[in-house]
């Protein structure tokens, strides 16, 4: 089993920045061997794909809507990764949702093997 635990939400104005953390933990658990996203879900909609990396970092993945806005990084030694997200819009508003895969890179909910709790994020105009 692997917990992870997303903080650094909170309220921001368009144009702002944020960082959001994921740690994970677990009991026999190597977290290189994971691969982790984040995914968001606005009031009403679908949890959607935002971005993910590969359990050594060489390959990550965005969606379109954050492509150039975000920036996803992982410290392997920490057992963290980390969610810079710029430029932010009011349409970014949701709960962002740290997302854990053995062995490949998350880019489907029904690729994730472990979620955190969320963190909210909200982005006011």
């Known amino acids: 089993q692997v917990q992870l635990v997303e903080s650094g939400g909170g309220s921001v104005q368009a144009g702002g920045s944020l960082r959001l953390s994921c740690a994970a933990s677990?009991?026999?658990?190597?977290?290189?061997?994971?691969?982790v996203g984040w995914f968001r879900q606005a009031l009403g909609k679908e949890r959607e794909f935002v971005t993910a990396?590969?359990?050594?970092?060489?390959?990550?993945n965005y969606a379109d809507s954050v492509k150039g806005r975000f920036t996803i990084s992982r410290d392997n030694a920490k057992n963290t990764v980390y969610l810079q997200m710029n430029s932010l819009k009011p349409e970014d508003t949701a709960v962002y949702y740290c997302?854990?895969?053995?062995?490949?890179?998350?880019?489907?909910?029904?690729?994730?093997?472990?979620w955190g709790q969320g963190t909210r994020v909200t982005v006011s105009s």
């Open positions: 677990g009991r026999t658990f190597s977290f290189s061997s994971y691969g």
């Open positions: 990396i590969s359990g050594t970092g060489g390959l990550k």
């Open positions: 997302a854990a895969a053995p062995l490949i890179v998350p880019r489907r909910v029904g690729d994730v093997r472990f």
